[in-house]
């Protein structure tokens, strides 16, 4: 079983939606959670970085973390045709070693004009 | 150009050849990962660099050489191509504080035939 678990979609919504994208974790040890957004053909950007718990808000973008339960989510409201992309959830423990990230396998999302 | 860049862009090898995917980054991060990215499977470590002259295996580091001789410059070799390395490559980096933000270069898409 995957440390990071992501829904590969593909989603596909209309212009103007809300979309939800999540991901389910089995590592207590995690504490620092990012959204990366990857057009095609790219490197991945960062999109939404949180620590701990709790929601986070930029723009159309909102973050949340519930690591009660284990589970991250982003949402995009009034989703663009320029929002369609892969969008990745990763993480990482506080540790004094590697600093790697532990990424899910990305949901392609796309928004319909 | 500031920022983290990678050459080739694309490459074409056969197998058995010996192939070095070459990064570069502009920030003086300390910290520089090398991932390889796969269909179901996201992103995952090959290689990581805490400084010059410090590196440690990732998740698939398997088939895999790194050094670091300068912070700027993190070349991944493949010393015997096969062909389940066909993969797209990216190298990332960070400045190792707590944040663990890491930004990624456009990638290598490799295939060996």
């Known amino acids: 079983q995957k440390e990071v678990e992501q829904d590969p979609g593909p989603l596909s919504v209309p212009e103007g939606a809300i979309v939800s994208l999540n991901c389910t974790y089995s590592n207590s040890a995690f504490q620092y959670f990012m959204w990366y957004r990857q057009y095609s053909r790219k490197g991945p950007e960062l999109l939404m970085y949180t620590y701990s718990s709790g929601n986070k808000e930029d723009g159309r973008f909102t973050a949340q973390v519930d690591k009660s339960s284990k589970y991250i989510s982003l949402f995009i409201r009034d989703s663009q045709p320029s929002d369609s992309a892969t969008y990745l959830c990763?993480?990482?423990?506080?540790?004094?070693?590697?600093?790697?990230?532990?990424f899910g396998s990305g949901t392609r999302l796309q928004v319909q004009p | 150009d500031a920022g983290i860049t990678q050459s080739p862009r694309y490459k074409i090898t056969e197998t058995g050849r010996q192939v070095t995917l070459m990064c570069h980054q502009t920030w003086s991060h300390s910290y520089m990962f090398w991932y390889r990215q796969d269909l179901g499977h996201g992103l995952r470590l090959i290689y990581y660099s805490a400084a010059a002259d410090i590196t440690d295996k990732g998740e698939v580091p398997d088939g895999y050489v790194v050094s670091r001789s300068k912070t700027e410059n993190f070349p991944l070799t493949l010393e015997s191509a096969t062909r389940s390395q066909t993969s797209v490559y990216f190298c990332?980096?960070?400045?190792?504080?707590?944040?663990?933000?890491?930004?990624f270069g456009a990638g290598t898409r490799l295939s060996v035939l």
């Open positions: 990332a980096s960070f400045t190792g504080g707590s944040q663990n933000i890491q930004y």
């Open positions: 990763a993480m990482s423990a506080m540790d004094t070693g590697r600093r790697a990230l532990t």
